[in-house]
């Protein structure tokens, strides 16, 4: 099945840093990749997607780029501010056991912006 | 709003209590899921529903009981639960396509927060 490895934090970083966080997968084809993002005390929130090799999903300041030669979908932000601070997970769809529909989640990265 | 409404939002109870937790999505969607999400763990998939049957139940014990009466509605029935059950449980929905191809991503609730004393 798919499955997805995450890069772990936490990670802190002052407000206007640049962010990255590494994300790499391993699927069958080339399935749609995501990033979601969970706000504390809520659920989470698609942030990003990409369709297909070589797309770039973007949204509120952050990118991600579709990289099938190193398998990878790591997210990135030019400058961060304090209202980012969240948990990041990568993730994709068919897990194992096939379930076309399922997404796998990678562990989750929690960032913290400081003013 | 999330168009996926969970309540309640907070929830304490005692090993010997029966509750349960309700899910409503407002998009249309024809697949469910409940997810649980623990401190320092990976998000564990529970149960999903496509076409108000379940097509998945991730080996969770059996204290914990889903219900699908429709495409909008999903409840979590819990029962003689341990403390180790206590989580963040998550209900999100999708658009679930046939024939192998990719549904929708999941719409997310803001989940309930579940504390077993």
């Known amino acids: 099945g798919n499955s997805v490895t995450q890069m772990e934090g936490p990670v802190t970083l002052s407000e206007e840093a640049f962010l990255t966080i590494n994300c790499t997968y391993t699927a069958t084809g080339y399935p749609s990749l995501f990033w979601y993002v969970q706000y504390p005390g809520e659920g989470l929130q698609l942030l990003l997607k990409a369709t297909k090799a070589d797309d770039k999903g973007s949204n509120k300041g952050f990118e991600a780029t579709y990289r099938k030669e190193t398998t990878s979908f790591h997210l990135e932000k030019g400058s961060v501010q304090v209202s980012d601070s969240a948990v990041y997970f990568c993730a994709l769809p068919g897990g194992s056991g096939g379930s076309n529909y399922k997404l796998t989640f990678g562990k989750g990265t929690l960032l913290t912006v400081n003013p | 709003e999330t168009g996926v409404t969970q309540t309640p939002r907070h929830l304490v109870m005692g090993m010997t209590n029966k509750k349960s937790l309700k899910c409503e999505q407002h998009?249309?969607?024809?697949?469910m899921y409940w997810y649980k999400q623990s401190a320092k763990k990976p998000l564990e998939l529970m149960f999903v529903y496509s076409l108000e049957e379940r097509v998945e139940n991730n080996s969770v014990p059996s204290r914990f009981s889903p219900e699908c009466p429709n495409s909008s509605h999903l409840f979590l029935h819990l029962h003689t639960l341990q403390p180790e059950d206590s989580a963040l449980y998550l209900c999100a929905s999708s658009q679930d396509s046939s024939q192998g191809e990719e549904g929708s991503p999941l719409h997310f609730g803001n989940g309930t927060r579940l504390t077993v004393t």
């Open positions: 998009l249309g969607h024809n697949a």
